[in-house]
């Protein structure tokens, strides 16, 4: 699969990454999009809301779907399920450090199981015919920052590349991304797999920098395109130009939310649209810096419909 000499990757985020946003961002020049994270042992006993998260458009494409979890035959047999929808990879989430998840020892928490997350990495490659790739952290915490030495043996694994969160479990969301150990891989002359390094990009600048600085293969973009789907575009055009993409107007920006809350709407219901859609209303960087905007905020965060939402929106203008 190519994605070009400096693709950028939108990052797997649970509630975020449905296939609305997905589209969305790869509208904006995503270059491969990554699904919310699937549990395995929901997806093997054939819940509902998990086997939503499998469906995926030709339009999104290349598309990867996540699975997590810590029990090696329900990793392979969710991963065989999900070669039935026909992803271009399978991705396996050992990065996600929230406790519900970490704290029972699938996603990051495997990182205090190296055994079994090479166990499970090899089966799963074994399992399907699909390329498998793999999500991680630096580590468990500071004094256990292994990547190097894991990225090797993951690769021996037979994983198609590597994701790299520059963060380790401990840290959570805190502190700054350290992309030297995710330049250390990199450049280690054993990897032969592409890396792709992820946290703290925000900026067009930023992903530049860390493409020139560490030499990775592609930057992976999370919490920095909640609210912001252009973040693709405008990166997309730096890296190509050397300059920045120069502004829209602010009602082209409130245009693009606003039609994130009609997909948002249109795919669940208006209440449950409108709940899903306020991480993205709430991070936005669009309302940044605008004078005495807290009450403004507050209310459309309290918006129970579409009409209430656009009305207070259309205020701010």
């Not at 166990?119 to 793999?134: G, N, Q, S, Y």
């Not at 909640?226 to 920045?244: A, D, M, N, S, V």
């Not at 809350?261 to 709430?282: C, F, K, P, T």
Request: with cysteine; hydrophobic share 40%.
């Amino acid at each position: 699969m190519d994605l070009g000499a400096t693709p950028i990757l939108l990052a797997p985020m649970e509630d975020v990454t449905d296939i609305s946003f997905r589209l969305m961002c790869k509208r904006f020049g995503a270059d491969m999009v990554y699904t919310e994270f699937v549990s395995s042992d929901a997806l093997i006993r054939h819940v509902g809301k998990t086997k939503d998260k499998l469906v995926i458009s030709s339009e999104e494409r290349p598309v990867a779907i996540q699975i997590y979890g810590k029990d090696m035959d329900a990793m392979v047999e969710a991963a065989r399920i999900c070669e039935e929808a026909r992803p271009d990879v399978i991705d396996l989430n050992f990065g996600c450090p929230v406790r519900k998840i970490a704290g029972k020892g699938a996603g990051a928490g495997l990182l205090q199981n190296i055994p079994l997350m090479l166990d499970i990495t090899r089966e799963v490659v074994k399992a399907v015919k699909t390329p498998v790739t793999v999500k991680t952290r630096l580590g468990w915490d500071n004094e256990h920052r292994i990547i190097v030495e894991l990225a090797e043996q993951l690769q021996d694994c037979g994983i198609a590349a590597l994701s790299i969160h520059g963060r380790t479990r401990a840290q959570m969301y805190t502190g700054e991304a350290d992309w030297t150990l995710i330049g250390k891989v990199k450049q280690n002359p054993r990897m032969t797999i592409p890396v792709i390094g992820n946290g703290d990009v925000d900026s067009a600048e930023k992903c530049k920098d860390c493409f020139d600085r560490y030499g990775v293969d592609g930057v992976m973009i999370g919490r920095g395109s909640i609210g912001r789907p252009w973040i693709f575009g405008e990166i997309k055009h730096y890296l190509r130009t050397g300059k920045l993409l120069p502004a829209e107007s602010f009602s082209w920006y409130l245009d693009i939310l606003k039609k994130q809350v009609l997909q948002s709407v249109e795919r669940l219901d208006e209440r449950r649209g409108i709940l899903h859609i306020r991480r993205h209303i709430a991070v936005t960087p669009l309302f940044k810096g605008i004078p005495d905007f807290k009450s403004t905020r507050i209310a459309m965060l309290r918006a129970e419909t579409v009409d209430e939402l656009f009305g207070v929106m259309d205020t701010i203008i």
